[in-house]
């Protein structure tokens, strides 16, 4: 007799659906929206903003105008540069920790596109958040300080603009570190102490060397490339534009070697 032939296998790896860019963007939209932590930092970066740029106009003895009006605006951006820099990281990490991310993985095989997927919905959603908190802060800020009305120009509009830009960056910055390390806890102390610990330690350490290429080394760290994109564009050193593309080197950097370690890792 002779045996009847097989119907030949599916190659599943093939034949499996695979999820378009726009899929994948939504998929990593609903997880970002769908945890509350996330929820919940956007709403303390809203609350900190306006309620720092509020209490900074009220106590304020600098005339009124477009200058006071931006610097109340940006005031809480010290504090909210810590809560996005734990949005990023908990993006990703988060995935690691519970083991979610290989129920992704599974799904969308090409892992960079998952990485590229989360930064886009991270960088959008971060941007617009920060955009409308020190938008509504300046609002507020101006109620409290009794200024005149202040006309919608370049001068006002550009350093708001500039205040979501570094927030963004900041929250980029925290999400390659998260994908690196894989770890919460580590992608955490790693972002807060380059924001936090590394300019004491260089302002410190120009202090007491006068040496010139350690006060250079600080105005290229993320917190003085903050200061410099959310300032007036005017002064000695780099302009608004020139740090905010230092800030996205600083971005590329650490994504670019996510992106590599993400790939060749097993999980």
Do not use: H
Request: proline residues 4%.
């Amino acid at each position: 007799m002779t045996a009847p032939a097989l119907a030949p296998v599916p190659d599943l790896v093939t034949t499996a659906p695979r999820l378009s860019a726009a899929g994948i963007l939504r998929s990593e939209w609903i997880k970002l929206r769908s945890v509350r932590s996330t929820l919940w930092c956007y709403a303390m970066i809203v609350l900190f903003t306006v309620g720092v740029g509020a209490v900074v106009a009220a106590v304020s003895d600098q005339p009124a105008g477009q200058g006071s009006l931006v610097g109340s605006a940006t005031a809480g951006t010290m504090i909210t540069v810590l809560v996005v820099a734990v949005v990023g990281s908990l993006i990703v990490t988060g995935e690691y920790g519970t083991g979610q991310i290989r129920s992704t993985f599974s799904a969308v095989p090409r892992r960079t596109g998952v990485l590229a997927a989360k930064g886009a919905v991270l960088a959008l959603t971060t941007f617009v958040v920060g955009l409308v908190s020190v938008a509504i802060a300046a609002v507020v800020s101006w109620a409290i300080s009794g200024s005149p009305a202040v006309e919608l120009s370049q001068a006002l509009v550009v350093p708001l603009v500039g205040a979501a830009l570094y927030l963004t960056t900041i929250a980029l910055l925290a999400f390659g570190l998260g994908a690196i390390l894989r770890n919460t806890a580590g992608a955490l102390a790693t972002a807060l102490g380059l924001l936090l610990v590394v300019p004491v330690v260089v302002t410190l350490l120009g202090g007491l060397t006068d040496a010139a290429w350690i006060q250079t080394v600080g105005e290229y760290l993320p917190q003085s490339l903050g200061t410099r994109v959310m300032g007036d564009g005017t002064g000695e050193g780099l302009g608004r534009w020139a740090a905010l593309g230092y800030l996205g080197i600083w971005d590329a950097v650490v994504l670019v070697l996510a992106g590599v370690l993400v790939k060749r890792r097993d999980v």
